[in-house]
């Protein structure tokens, strides 16, 4: 059988009604770029923000006459949410609400020694994410800073400080959750729509590294990178969260933009090295934040100077103190500093993190001091209960 074209795609969809009950989504320019890999299609339906979850049955007619199609083995269909999308999108009857019901639970004996945030209406343009408190970013402005190991530990400070957290791994190229948090396997589904997410020390995880091997190469262009982010962040059960890390990729790219203009943010840390080099590039970082208007919670100073094993000698191997100088430049929090060691490289790797099998260690009562301050910013303005998008 030929494989299926994005020409076809597109002319099935124009048969699916827009919201103006006139004419189809595709004469509408509500279609995103089509992506076809393996007999699946990729696309996303831009829609005005307010109105995502009456439109939610518009995204499940196109889902349903795509997979409908010979030769499509499934699609994977969002909705993304545009404030400018309300010109295209003229008032119609209300649709019936989408079904509930994917909400997963919390573990069972956790206790909290914090409170969640008190819900607040999302900041416009963005859909939340029922359930969860609030969404913090952790970023870096280049590779190689121990990003993602200080997200781990973030979200296990967070933990050890009495709340409820989950972490997503964004990075769709180099997933590292897997390894980090020594999870292996493939998250099963309820219903065979919403994903259960994996878990271990306590920490609800996704990542794409949970759903393709980890030698694949994954050749995908902007449109298809936001439609699984948008996926693995929506179509999970996190049940009842305080608080979702999200370990961002490296850089500036479509991944970043994704998650700033897509999702409500409570706010983002920074993570950098103390040399000028890593602070040019964190502050590429810092400036996409502001230009979206997502809240920067502080700079975290990682691999800021190394303790000889032996001798108990401290070394400022790659400079010092550059980040702290650099916050109180422009007037952003300084997080903390976390030592070069060989302990963290070492349960890094063996995916044992340290705040996790060093809990009492110097190493953890720094994350955790650093996981203080940053809740301690987002108790007041994290995000609230929005519109539910069910996928199927």
Wanted: cysteine-free; overall charge negative.
């Amino acid at each position: 059988m030929a494989d299926v074209t994005k020409e076809q795609v597109l002319e099935t969809l124009k048969t699916v009604r827009g919201p103006d009950l006139e004419h189809d989504i595709v004469e509408l320019g509500m279609v995103s770029d089509v992506f076809i890999s393996d007999g699946k299609v990729y696309f996303s339906i831009t829609v005005p923000a307010d109105r995502a979850k009456e439109l939610e049955p518009m995204r499940l007619a196109a889902e349903r006459v795509i997979k409908e199609m010979p030769g499509v083995k499934g699609a994977l269909v969002t909705l993304t949410a545009d404030k400018k999308a309300a010109a295209a999108a003229p008032a119609a009857r209300p649709a019936p609400n989408p079904p509930h019901g994917h909400a997963g639970h919390d573990h069972a004996g956790h206790h909290h020694g914090a409170h969640a945030p008190q819900p607040q209406p999302p900041r416009a343009g963005k859909i939340g994410v029922p359930g969860i408190g609030a969404i913090i970013a952790v970023a870096s402005g280049k590779g190689g800073v121990g990003k993602s190991t200080t997200a781990v530990n973030l979200a296990l400070g967070l933990l050890a400080n009495g709340l409820r957290v989950g972490i997503l791994d964004a990075d769709i190229y180099g997933p590292s959750m897997p390894r980090l948090l020594k999870i292996s396997g493939r998250p099963t589904q309820i219903d065979g729509r919403i994903i259960n997410p994996m878990e271990n020390y306590g920490l609800k995880v996704m990542s794409m590294g949970f759903l393709v091997d980890e030698e694949t190469a994954m050749i995908w262009r902007g449109p298809m990178v936001q439609s699984a982010l948008l996926q693995m962040l929506r179509e999970v059960a996190w049940g009842e969260l305080d608080v979702l890390v999200v370990d961002m990729p490296p850089g500036t790219g479509d991944a970043q933009l994704t998650m700033a203009q897509q999702v409500p943010l409570a706010g983002a840390v920074i993570v950098s090295t103390p040399q000028d080099l890593a602070l040019i590039d964190a502050r590429k970082g810092l400036n996409m934040f502001r230009k979206v208007e997502v809240p920067v919670l502080g700079i975290v100073e990682n691999m800021s100077y190394f303790i000889a094993p032996d001798t108990g000698t401290r070394y400022d191997i790659f400079g010092h103190g550059g980040a702290r100088k650099e916050a109180e430049r422009i007037g952003v929090p300084f997080l903390g500093e976390v030592p070069l060691t060989m302990n963290i490289r070492e349960t890094s790797d063996a995916g044992t993190p340290l705040v996790a099998s060093e809990p009492n260690g110097v190493v953890a009562g720094i994350y955790r001091g650093i996981a203080a301050k940053v809740w301690e910013q987002v108790g007041g303005q994290s995000q609230r209960p929005a519109p539910t998008i069910v996928f199927e």
